[in-house]
């Protein structure tokens, strides 16, 4: 006799059945995944804020009045970028921001809080640094900045940074998002309801109709019980009919 809980085919229709009939149950789970997690971000997440400052390499006028730019030295600048962007998230600038700034971090604090990439295949450098106050922010940016065209000179024994802009303080925190978490929250309690209810299905090893007894005998069935249904002391139901 083969078991019934082997495998069968199950088409759309009866996946579409199965889920409509326990809509119930994914409602229920759908709705707790994106409650608790609006209830997470507004209660347990912090607010971030992120303040940006832009920076360009790119030649200076070296003083003979020659202030053209050769392909050679686009190449040059672009190449720079990811290097300057070493100096910046090391010892020697995070030192100095983190005193001047009078901060209570460390190194890898520092730079947990600072991002610094170029915009696309460009000479510019986005300094940018997320933290929990809007006002350190914006300041620390801008310290970043200030720091580092002071130090660049030294280094590098040449100057080619300009400001493109400074950091300004942020309106508005840049996350938690309490949209973007309530609809991963939306998509993944649907995703573990359905999973739930295939479950119960699976573990649901009840004989509920004739294609069960089918499944389970491989014998046709030649004949079928009707219900009895008893209603009072003395007296049964017989289909429609009193007895």
Do not use: C
């Not at 030649?59 to 600048?77: A, H, I, M, R, T």
């Not at 672009?78 to 030192?95: A, C, F, G, N, R």
């Not at 400001?163 to 840049?174: D, E, G, Q, R, T």
């Not at 929250?185 to 089918?214: C, P, R």
């Amino acid at each position: 006799m083969e078991h019934y809980n082997e495998e069968q085919e199950i088409d759309l229709r009866q996946i579409w059945e199965i889920i409509k009939n326990e809509w119930l149950l994914l409602v229920t789970v759908v709705m707790a995944f994106t409650i608790i997690s609006m209830l997470v971000t507004v209660f347990m997440i912090p607010e971030q804020f992120s303040a940006t400052g832009k920076i360009i390499v790119i030649k200076q006028n070296d003083g003979d009045g020659d202030v053209s730019l050769s392909y050679s030295d686009v190449q040059l600048s672009q190449k720079l970028v990811q290097t300057y962007s070493e100096i910046i998230k090391s010892e020697l600038i995070s030192d100095k921001v983190i005193r001047n700034l009078k901060l209570d971090i460390s190194n890898a604090e520092y730079n947990s809080m600072l991002s610094v990439n170029a915009s696309g295949n460009t000479e510019i450098m986005n300094i940018k640094v997320v933290t929990e106050d809007p006002y350190l922010a914006k300041n620390m940016v801008n310290e970043v900045i200030d720091v580092f065209i002071d130090e660049i000179d030294d280094i590098m024994m040449i100057n080619n940074v300009s400001v493109l802009n400074w950091a300004k303080l942020p309106n508005s925190p840049s996350s938690p998002s309490l949209i973007k978490n309530g609809a991963i929250a939306f998509v993944l309690g649907i995703m573990v309801g359905v999973g739930l209810i295939f479950l119960k299905i699976i573990l649901d090893t009840k004989v509920k109709t004739q294609e069960d007894l089918k499944s389970i005998f491989d014998y046709p069935i030649i004949g079928k019980i009707p219900e009895l249904d008893i209603k009072q002391k003395g007296s049964y139901y017989y289909g429609n009919k009193r007895k």
